[in-house]
């Protein structure tokens, strides 16, 4: 299984909405990433989960909260967000370690979110 | 300042024909170099991933090249086909930032439309 399963597909809330984004993968990778991917932008990284702790966090608002329950699942929270919050949020996952080789990461399909 | 460029920005083809896309990096210290395809509104999915010991790599129609004195890698894809249409992005790791899990530093894509 070299899947990474994100849900929901798409997601419409509004502002004063509380929503989570799940994202799951049994590859045993041990580091978990959320990006945030505007259209016709590259992909920008929000946050990385290392062993269920969150290692990296790109100075991402407090509205947006990462949760690692367990080595396969990664949530990100959502509260109070905005209009340009509006992107394709991707979840990834990689085997952790200092081998090149380690450090693929293979992407969930995308929850597509719309803020109204 | 790590950076990746790609070019050309796009780039329609007719079906059948050969086509190659370029990327040039200043990442150090390099890791490894990728190459994905997204489809619009879905995420990446990963078609080559090359360490700097290897010139070349190949995936179906696809073959990735690296030339890691230059920093130049290029994507040939050949008999093209209409769902070749989509973003084709290079990706470059570093590995010393954050620690083990490395940097992903995306190139901003070239965006292929193959016509029939």
């Known amino acids: 299984d070299t899947e990474v399963t994100q849900t929901p597909k798409h997601l419409v809330m509004g502002m004063t909405n509380k929503k989570s984004l799940k994202c799951e993968q049994h590859?045993?990778?041990?580091?978990m990433y959320w990006y945030k991917q505007k259209a016709k932008k590259p992909p920008e990284l929000m946050f990385v989960?290392?062993?269920?702790?969150?290692?990296i966090n790109e100075s991402v608002p407090s509205r947006f909260s990462p949760e690692c329950p367990n080595s396969s699942l990664l949530n990100l929270h959502l509260h109070a967000l905005q209009p340009e919050d509006s992107a394709l949020y991707l979840c990834a996952s990689s085997q952790v370690g200092r081998s090149p080789r380690n450090t693929e990461a293979f992407f969930g399909q995308g929850t597509r979110l719309t803020v109204v | 300042k790590n950076q990746v460029e790609q070019s050309p920005q796009s780039l329609i083809i007719l079906e059948g024909k050969n086509c190659t896309l370029q990327c040039n990096y200043t990442v150090s210290p390099f890791s490894n170099l990728r190459w994905y395809k997204q489809d619009t509104g879905r995420g990446p999915v990963s078609l080559t991933i090359?360490?700097?010991?290897?010139n070349t790599k190949s995936n179906g129609r696809y073959t990735a090249t690296l030339d890691a004195d230059t920093k130049q890698s290029s994507l040939h894809i050949t008999a093209s086909q209409l769902s070749d249409s989509a973003s084709y992005i290079c990706v470059v790791s570093n590995m010393n930032y954050g620690g083990s899990q490395g940097n992903l530093i995306f190139g901003k894509g070239t965006k292929l439309s193959v016509k029939p």
């Open positions: 090359m360490t700097f010991s290897e």
């Open positions: 989960y290392s062993y269920e702790k969150l290692s």
């Open positions: 590859m045993g990778h041990r580091a």
